[in-house]
């Protein structure tokens, strides 16, 4: 059955109901039964988040709801999607903070704010970064070279040429000493001295020594190793449980991975036992 009529440029997924259309360069968005709830008019619309969607015209930018009603005054320059009930926005070349009623919670005054992940979103200012919580105040101090988003606890700061961790309260959980850093995945994080990588766990304490040229992060508890161009895997201990030997591997999904070695492909579990030979 024809849900939605082969009339679009473009039409992307359904979020929340809705799906954002394009036609003859302008957005709209449809019901799962194909009715235009808003007609395409807007210069570009993002996809439905909590009940709003933003929204662009002639350079202004705003958001509507389910109904296609704008709700928030297009206004702004940039804007995000919202997150537990409040989004980014720039005005005047500064980031501040909305509610979903338009209101502000934080007034324009940022260089940049990075999108909220646990509750917490990094924001620059005069090139220094810090953290601000969703009610707008800076719990950790601007102070560092660079921050990320938070992932299971942690977070990565930047300060001169150098990473590492803190926790919610700005403590420095993981001294900042490593020259490449990856986000916490399944308790671990992939980290850089000089040109070789190993994997630390949560309390900074290295379950490998720095002797790979790659490594992915975990999943399914194992993650693939890189020396010398052949790949194997390790498990959370630090194990190699499969030794770098085959040209190319997948990420582990229910303890199985597929590995190929001279363009023939196989599947191994996560012990290497080899279920499909090479």
């Not at 509507?64 to 980014?88: H, M, P, R, S, W």
């Amino acid at each position: 059955k024809e849900l939605i009529p082969f009339k679009y440029d473009s039409v992307w997924c359904f979020s929340e109901g809705l799906a954002v259309v394009k036609l003859n360069g302008k957005y709209g968005a449809v019901d799962k039964t194909g009715k235009e709830i808003v007609k395409p008019k807007y210069d570009s619309a993002f996809y439905f988040s909590e009940g709003l969607a933003p929204v662009e015209l002639n350079g202004k930018s705003g958001f509507i709801d389910k109904t296609g009603k704008e709700v928030i005054k297009l206004q702004y320059e940039t804007t995000e999607n919202f997150y537990d009930g409040v989004v980014a926005v720039e005005l005047d070349m500064k980031w501040g903070l909305l509610d979903k009623k338009g209101k502000y919670i934080v007034k324009p005054k940022y260089d940049s704010i990075k999108y909220f992940s646990e509750g917490m979103a990094a924001v620059e200012l005069d090139y220094k970064w810090g953290y601000i919580d969703k009610s707008g105040k800076e719990v950790i101090k601007i102070k560092y070279d660079d921050a990320e988003y938070f992932s299971e606890g942690r977070a990565l700061v930047k300060l001169g040429n150098k990473w590492g961790y803190i926790d919610k309260n700005g403590k420095e959980e993981i001294a900042v000493k490593y020259d490449e850093e990856t986000n916490f995945r399944e308790g671990f994080a992939q980290v850089r001295i000089g040109d070789k990588w190993a994997f630390i766990d949560k309390n900074g304490k290295e379950i490998t020594k720095f002797k790979y040229d790659k490594v992915s992060s975990f999943s399914g508890g194992l993650a693939d190793v890189t020396i010398d161009e052949k790949v194997g895997f390790v498990d959370t201990a630090g194990k190699e449980v499969i030794s770098p030997k085959y040209d190319k591997s997948s990420n582990a999904i229910l303890g199985v991975a597929w590995v190929s070695l001279n363009e023939k492909k196989g599947i191994i579990d996560k012990t290497g036992k080899v279920i499909i030979p090479v």
